[in-house]
């Protein structure tokens, strides 16, 4: 891969490697906890090793207009980096921007060799790899690669690639698909493990949406809160969709987040308006109205379920009409996880691609 006359050949060397690969799996971790926090950028990682594979420097990208993972962690790195090896989850951006480019800063920090995961598919962004070669530094990309691609950069990119945020549709349901009894009640269906997985879910995301419907029967409010109830310092942005009307005393419009509505059922009217306010990654979290229009539309990229070891034989379904009349048009999925969640079964699942897919 590497075409520069001046390559690393130290570099390559097995206990490098493995140094190496150590670093992405931390640069993994490192974007992974910024997830939320930095949109429209992609939240990124990276780790600065120095010429014995040391690690001397860590950073992840800041909310905008900060700096790069790159630039945080020359910064720890200092005169460390001279001849070091930076471990990125995304190819450095070569590009001015909000800030200045990250091959620039590498260059100037005298980094001999750049590892990377993704490949900036940005049009402004991208190149950088070829900018790093051209000035001799020794370059590869693809490590961790899908791990990446799949986990903290999948929402980032699926917006790159179709100019919509990316939504993961999440329910908590009984075995028999139910999403409340059959008068509306539904505290508690899911454990404690699995609702608190769920505020875990909402701090890492944009923005988190719902149906005029829900906010009606469930006056939900929508925040990200601790095992005690404690507000987290940072809110996603809470969606109402629909046309009927809240009333003004609705927990969801009160004053601990922003809140948007939407006087709309269309899901492409609300993505594309929730994509002009840079918003990358949404949970949408019902009801079974604005799930079926999402999942008919084909907006749905990911699905996370929370199954309770319970039964209600009565009460709302958690998918509402997705246009599907007969089996030959159901929505195929595939499975992508299943775990215990706590007395619960977490089921996650994505789109059928390709061939026959959906
Ligand atoms: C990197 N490292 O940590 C991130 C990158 O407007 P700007 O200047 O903030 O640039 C945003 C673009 O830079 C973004 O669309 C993506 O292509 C890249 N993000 N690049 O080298 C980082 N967050
Ligand atoms: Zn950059």
Redesign the pocket.
């Known amino acids: 891969m590497n075409t520069s006359a001046a390559s690393a050949s130290w570099a390559h060397e097995p206990e490098i490697r493995k140094a190496v690969e150590a670093a992405m799996e931390t640069a993994l971790e490192l974007s992974d906890g910024v997830r939320g926090t ?1 949109s429209p ?2 939240p ?1 990682g ?1 780790v600065i090793l120095d010429s014995r594979g040391r690690r001397v420097g860590a950073g992840a ?1 800041q909310p ?2 900060g700096p ?3 630039v945080m962690a020359l910064r720890e790195a200092g005169e460390r980096a001279r001849g070091g090896i930076a471990v ?1 989850t ?1 190819e ?2 070569s ?1 001015y ?3 200045p480019p ?1 091959t620039r800063a590498l260059l100037a920090a005298g980094i001999a060799a750049v590892r990377f995961a993704v490949s ?1 598919p ?1 049009p402004a ?1 991208s190149g ?1 790899a070829e900018v790093l070669r051209a000035a001799g530094v020794d370059v590869e990309g693809g490590l961790l690669a899908s791990r990446v691609a799949e986990g903290p950069l999948r929402a980032w990119l699926h917006r790159e690639r179709t100019g919509r945020p990316h939504v993961t549709w999440k329910y908590a349901a009984s075995l028999d698909g139910r999403i409340a009894a059959a008068d509306g009640t539904s505290r508690w269906i899911s454990g404690p493990t699995s609702r608190a997985e769920v505020h875990a879910l909402r701090a890492r995301v944009d923005a988190v949406v719902v149906g005029t419907g829900t906010v009606l029967a469930d006056d939900p409010w929508l925040t990200v809160r601790d095992a005690d109830g404690e507000l987290a310092p940072r809110q996603p942005l809470r969606v109402v969709m629909g046309t009927r009307g809240i009333p003004a005393g609705a927990r969801v419009l009160d004053s601990t987040a922003e809140t948007v509505v939407f006087a709309t059922h269309d899901p492409g009217e609300v993505l594309a308006g929730l994509a002009e306010r840079g918003v990358v990654d949404v949970l949408l979290e019902g009801g079974p109205t604005v799930a079926g229009a999402f999942v008919a539309a084909g907006l749905v990229d990911r699905i996370v379920a929370y199954v309770a070891p319970t039964l209600l034989g009565a009460g709302p379904a958690a998918l509402g009409d997705a246009g599907v009349s007969t089996i030959t048009e159901a929505h195929r999925w595939r499975l992508e996880g299943v775990t215990m969640s706590g007395e619960d079964v977490r089921i996650s699942a994505v789109p059928v691609t390709g061939e026959g897919g959906d």
Do not use: M, Y
Request: proline content about 17%; overall charge negative.
């Open positions: 930095t950028n992609p990124v990276a990208t905008p207009p790069h993972a790159e990125v995304l450095p951006c590009h921007g909000r800030t990250c900036d940005h962004a950088g």
